[in-house]
């Protein structure tokens, strides 16, 4: 069983920076892909960004040069930096992961309990 939990959201103005944890509680986290995923009001789940468990990164194209996904495998961890907010970013994050070395963003089996991130204009 794996348990996710995400921590670092809050309040920032645009232009800001945040950084996202989220701690994998269980076996084998260096064996798994981990992505960032966010949910919109009234929107579908989106990926964000991903990461395999050999490093190759991949990102949400109105990210890319804002945000940095991370891993650190001593600490079960998984970090998102993200810089240079917008007030589009707006949205509850999420972490996810399918178990597997490359991540199946449509075939998550283990979700975090999501954290809020709000930027203000």
């Known amino acids: 069983q794996v348990q996710l939990v995400e921590s670092g959201g809050g309040l920032v103005q645009a232009g800001g920076s945040l950084r996202l944890s989220c701690v994998f509680r269980?076996?084998?986290?260096?064996?798994?892909?981990m992505g960032w995923f966010r949910q919109a009001p009234e929107k579908q789940r989106e990926l964000v960004a991903a990461?395999?468990?050999?490093?190759?990164?991949h990102y949400k194209d109105a990210v890319k040069g804002r945000f940095t996904i991370s891993r650190d495998n001593a600490k079960n961890t998984v970090y998102l930096q993200m810089n240079d907010l917008k007030p589009d970013d707006t949205a509850v994050y999420y972490c996810?992961?399918?178990?597997?070395?490359?991540?199946?963003?449509?075939?998550?089996?283990?979700w975090g309990q999501g954290t809020q991130v709000t930027v203000s204009s």
């Open positions: 996810g992961t399918s178990g597997t070395v490359n991540l199946v963003s449509h075939a998550i089996r283990y």
């Open positions: 269980g076996r084998s986290f260096s064996s798994n892909a």
């Open positions: 990461i395999s468990s050999g490093g190759s990164t």
